[in-house]
C-alpha cells in the first residue's frame, strides 16, 4: 500500500499562485507515476498533469499547460504541483493520485481545497 497526504491549498486571489504538495509514504518503490487531478463543484474529476517516477517525464491537460509545473523530489517521496497565473475557473478539490504501472490509479490522497477568487 502507498499513502499519499496533500497539503499547500487555500485561498488566492485570482493571478496569484499557490504550491502544493504531495508526500507519499507505504510501499513507494512500487510507484510508477503519480498525478494531479482536481474535481470541481458539480462536475467530474479531470486530470491535471502527471510525472513518471523515476525518469521525471511530465504530462499536462491541455487547460494548465504553461501555467502549472509538477515536479517531484525522490529522496522526500514528495511530489509538487506550481500553480501560477491562477484563474477562478482553477477552483477545485485537488487531488494526487499514485500508480503502479501507466494504465491506473492505484492510490488516492484525501484532496486539498484550492479556492481562486475574482
Known amino acids: 500500500q502507498v499513502q499519499l497526504v496533500e497539503s499547500g491549498g487555500g485561498l488566492v486571489q485570482a493571478g496569484g499562485s499557490l504550491r502544493l504538495s504531495c508526500a507519499a509514504s507505504?510501499?513507494?518503490?512500487?510507484?510508477?507515476?503519480m498525478g494531479w487531478f482536481r474535481q470541481a463543484p458539480g462536475k467530474e474529476r479531470e486530470f491535471v498533469g502527471s510525472?513518471?517516477?523515476?525518469?521525471?517525464?511530465?504530462y499536462y491537460a491541455d487547460s494548465v499547460k504553461g501555467r502549472f509545473t509538477i515536479s517531484r523530489d525522490n529522496a522526500k517521496n514528495t511530489v509538487y504541483l506550481q500553480m501560477n497565473s491562477l484563474k477562478p475557473e482553477d477552483t477545485a478539490v485537488y487531488y494526487c493520485a499514485a500508480g503502479r504501472d501507466g494504465g491506473s490509479w492505484d492510490y488516492w490522497g484525501q484532496g486539498t481545497q484550492v479556492t481562486v477568487s475574482s
Open positions: 507505504g510501499r513507494t518503490f512500487s510507484i510508477y507515476r
Open positions: 510525472i513518471r517516477w523515476s525518469i521525471g517525464v511530465t
